[in-house]
Each structure stands twice: as C-alpha cells, then as structure tokens.
Nanobody, 117 residues
Framework: QVQLVESGGGLVQPGGSLRLSCVAS????????MGWYRQAPGKQRELVAVVRTSGVKTYPDSLTGRFTISRDNAKNMVYLQMNTLKPEDTAVYYC???????????WGQGTQVTVSS
C-alpha cells in the first residue's frame, strides 16, 4: 500500500518560515517525480514545486526564490522549505508522487499551513 504522509504545517506569522516534509512508503521515490501542491479555500489545487527524477526542479514564477524543494531518495523523503511566507500562502499543502511516462500518481492527505498575525 502506497502512502505519502506530510508533516510540518502549522500557524506562522507573515515573514516567517516553515519546512514541510513528506515521507513515502510502498514506493521508491527515486522512480518518481516528487511535487508539492497547494489548495486554498475556494481555489483550485496549484503546483508549488516539483523535483524530477533527474533532480531538475521547477517552480511557478510567483514562488521562485521563496520556496525550495529537495529530495532525499535514501530516506524516501521530499521537503519544501518555505521562506518569507505571506497570508496568501495559506492553504493545504499536498505531497505528490508521479511516475514518469505513466498515469500513476499518488497523493498525501495534506498538511495545513496558515500564515497570519
């Protein structure tokens, strides 16, 4: 059974930082593109960052410079370092594992990030 479990969310003040973690079981993440997505209330889920099996990282232009994704294949984990957080970053953040060139992907249950003073 494949599981992706996120952790590290919480309440943080504007300008603060958080580090999200995602641990995978049932798959070897070195075979997967690993990504973080988020969904704010009333909005569609959107891509935050992805790190491919090659190690190439992609971010939407709006987040470049504040968010950093990384992976540790040996630990089967992926991380999202979020700096200079803004209230508009408030959302549920989801971990995703996508097997390249297939329709196989898995999602975690999400972790809430709230940026508020």
């Amino acid at each position: 059974q494949v599981q992706l479990v996120e952790s590290g969310g919480g309440l943080v003040q504007p300008g603060g930082s958080l580090r999200l973690s995602c641990v995978a079981s049932g798959i070897q993440i070195n075979n997967y593109n690993m990504g973080w997505y988020r969904q704010a209330p009333g909005k569609q889920r959107e891509l935050v960052a992805v790190v491919r099996t090659s190690g190439v990282k992609t971010y939407p232009d709006s987040l470049t410079g504040r968010f950093t994704i990384s992976r540790d294949n040996a630990k089967n984990m992926v991380y999202l370092q979020m700096n200079t957080l803004k209230p508009e970053d408030t959302a549920v953040y989801y971990c995703n594992a996508e097997r390249p060139l297939t329709l196989v992907d898995y999602w975690g249950q999400g972790t809430q990030v709230t940026v508020s003073s």
